[in-house]
């Protein structure tokens, strides 16, 4: 990034969402059909902001803003760039298709559930839109307890254990990032982002700089979910309610994923990791949890479960791309972020329907229900595909950049790594979608037949992220969004 401005509004988007808390605060229970609108308004008035910063960040002008310093050269501050942005407006889509989605699944604790998704946004803003690793973390760790809430909303013994699991996991990763950002600090003198890596090889050793590079990935695995670390997540997905799900799966593991991209790009730099020799030990990481992730999936008769672990596998592609160090496999691993966002929020809105309108919630148990929902399977469908990368599918396009990027880094073999991954998701997806299409009905399910297939306000979200599947595999071909944000990003970078 060559060109900067000050700007207060990033700040502003940052702490837009808590317009939510004031609905709350003033008609949760008087008028709550009042305060959900206050809700989603505040979501939306978010998403308007941070649209206004698009030409700016599709120019590569960073719009920055310092709050107050904490300490000497460290601050609490706010910077928009380019990958900064991409992120902060990925969020925003689908936080408010989700909160959308909210208004007909959520019954019970509606106010604080609506709080603490708001709150969450705002945490998830701050760590996108960070101007230093300092401001990173702060909003990091917020965005870990504002979580909790989610995970737990439904309060039975299940979820409680899952949240107590993502708690300790979580705040566990929380404090090994901090000691990177002190050793960070002390050797290299900075945590802002500059645009390029801030530690130097010459003036810092190598064993030095792998501890903190090691120190990082630990801690920023932990969200990213990469194996071993992924424990919480086959347990916190299926405990949480249907949006929350969509949301911890389709962004909130990414929040993960875009600390590992501000370590890549602003701590280190590339030239430096080409140097240090990291690449092949991520890739094989990143390989493995591919691999295994999708094994596990197989095996999982719970539908969200199930989806949970191939959330796992299908994280650590955008963790492959990055690792290969090339101007085509970062491109796919960016693409990533929002293909698998679209494609993994459909299939956990599906799912939050199949349980809704039918009681299932077992693979085993979905005979016929094609016919009971058939738009909701039919959105399914087309997410699935996408996930196995069938052409003119969003996952398609993340698996042809890193296909060319694993040649382009001279590791033609992780390609191998694609292809196995896309059968494996083959094997998992494709049985949910023969019985529920291709399977009779159980007894009685006809009488079902002539309701409506599910509340419009959860409908609506499942049709536009399915048709977005589709809509990402196209619109690349002329470099709409999100390949025009990626594109600037893969410049600065390479």
Known sequence: MSKSTTSVLPAVIVFMPWLALVGAMLWGKSRPGFAKIVYVGSTVATLLAILTLYPRAQGGVASTQKLVGIAPRVSLAFRVDTVGFYFALLLAVLWLLCAIYSLGYIHGRETRYYCFLSLNLSFCLGVALSANMFTLFIFYE????????LIIHEETEEARRAGLKYLIYSISAGAVILLGLILQFYYGGTLSFLGHGTLNLSQVGKPVLLTIFSIYMLGFGVKACVMPLHGWVPDAHPAAPAPASALLSG???????????????????????HTL????????????????????????????????????AQVSYIVLGLFL??????????????????MKGCLFLCAGIIIHETGKK?????????????????????????MMGIPLT???????FLGVGSIQAHRPYFIAVLLVSSLLNAVYFLPVVYVAFFKGRSPGEELRLSKRETKRSMLVP?????????????????????????EVVVKAFF
């Open 394 to 400: 969003c996952g398609f396009i993340t698996k042809w």
């Open 325 to 342: 160090l090339s101007p085509d496999g970062a491109t796919g691993g960016l693409l990533h972020i929002a293909h698998h966002a679209f």
């Open 142 to 149: 917020l965005m870990t307890l504002a979580t909790y809430p």
């Open 251 to 273: 962004v909130i593991l990414k929040v993960g994923i875009f600390g590992i991209i501000r370590v890549v790009f602003e701590v280190f730099g590339i030239e430096l990791l």
């Open 362 to 386: 077992n693979v085993s148990e979905m005979d016929g229900i094609g016919s009971r929902i058939p738009i909701t399977m039919a959105a399914f469908t087309v997410a699935a595909l996408g």
């Open 277 to 312: 020799g990291v690449s092949l030990p991520m890739l094989i990481v990143a390989s493995f949890t591919i691999i295994v992730g999708s094994l596990f999936a197989i095996t999982q008769d719970n539908l969200k479960r199930r989806l949970a672990y191939s959330s796992v």
């Open 462 to 486: 499942v049709i536009i992220t399915g048709c977005m599947v589709i809509a990402l595999g196209v619109f690349v071909t002329v470099k709409g969004f999100p390949y025009s944000l990626v």
